[in-house]
């Protein structure tokens, strides 16, 4: 219809064909309706107006919101990273404290070990020396230097010139052959008497089969030798007693018959020829008499009769007996040092050093010296024992005759019977001591004794 309307069927078919009178209208009716709405009131900008800034509001409020979340996000990572490093340090933290712990435990064990090992080295009765391939002594315990005699002192960078030969002769012998040598008896001389030594050296390898020195490890046999030496004495002087006692007895009786009856032959009665021959009798009878008297003495069964004696005035009576001869030949007789108290019998005792300081007289009379005679005496409270030295200043005791000078009937004398030391030694011997020969400092003979001390003496 021409009605001016516009249907949506008119439409339809305007837009088949006929489009013109309701497009026409429409596009007539529109600048009108255009014209109404633009006219722009000022709550329409208004609106706008808060329309726009709403929409910047809320973009900025979106930018904001997002800006935090990421932002959010973020630090929600970092405290995560945070938390991992914490973690990580902490556990890095306790690895650290774990391994320095574990290295003092270790310190510690290696501190206690090695504390250990010095305790056993010094405390070893037997002597331990340990030398390296330069010829240094790395170790040598307190007992090694007592029984080496090495001072304190001493450097060790030597073995060679430190120890007695013997032993520096074992250690070459080990290190050249790259073998041990087992319990070797070694003689060393020592400053008061000559010891003897048990001695084992064993090469020393490391892991990787190397030489590196040698370990030498030593004991002091010198008081089971003297035992040994002792018991073969006893009973050799008592094998010595039983056969001979006899018969020494019977040739007392002899000479004393003997020489009394020359006693009763008058001299003057005598033609004069004959007179030296008798008071030759006479005088051989005596000093025969006196030889028997002497062995007797010495072969005779020592029976010791024990009580407490004080070394010192043992000494001191025999040096009041002998001091006159000492005297009068321009000398004197001087005790020294410490004397100990042991159990013995005093009269024998004082018989030893009786025979000592008149053979030191007698030595140095010899040798027209005037005889200085010291009594030197020292107290070892660890081996428990009294050293004593009888030292002159006469012409000392060749080393060759050193061995002999003990045995019966050896003398250089014209008129000496050769046993007063060999009844020094049985004396010694029978108080368990030790005698033996060396060089005195006065350039004369030193005749070194040991003897045991009472028990409650030597702690
Ligand atoms: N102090 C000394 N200095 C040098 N030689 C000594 C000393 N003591 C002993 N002798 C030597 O030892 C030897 C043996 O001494 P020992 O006392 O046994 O016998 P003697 O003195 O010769 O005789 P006797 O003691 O019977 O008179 C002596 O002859 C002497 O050669
Ligand atoms: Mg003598």
Redesign the pocket.
Known sequence: MASGRCDRGDEGRRSAGDSSACGRNRARVRPEEAGESMTWNPQAYGLVLLTLVVSVLVSILVFAVLRFMAAARNSRRRAKEGGEMALLSEALHDAVAKLREQERAMAARAEASERLSGEIISSLTAGLLVVDLNAQIRILNPAGRRMLEVPDSAPLDNYRTLLAEPLTKMIDECLASRRPIRRRTVNVEGSHSANHFGVTVSPLFDQTGTLHGAICLFSDLTAVKDLEQQLRLKESLAAVGELTAGIAHEFRNGLATIHGYSQLIDLQELPPRYQPYVEGIRAETVFLT??VT?FLNFARPAQLSLSPVDLRSVCERAADEIRPDARALGGDIELRGQFGTLEGDEVLLRQAFS??L???V???A?HSVPPLVVIESEVDRNQSVSKIS?N?S????EPA?RE???R?F????R??????????QKIIVFHNGRIA?GGAPQG??S?QIMLPMMQDESV
Request: charge should be positive; include cysteine; glycine fraction near 18%.
């Open positions: 006196q030889v002497n025979n000592l008149r053979n030191a007698e030595a140095c010899g009888v002159d006469g012409p000392g005791i005759s002999r000078i003990f019966p050896f003398t250089s004398k008129n000496g019977t050769g046993l007063g030391l060999a009844v020094v020969v004369g003979a005749l």
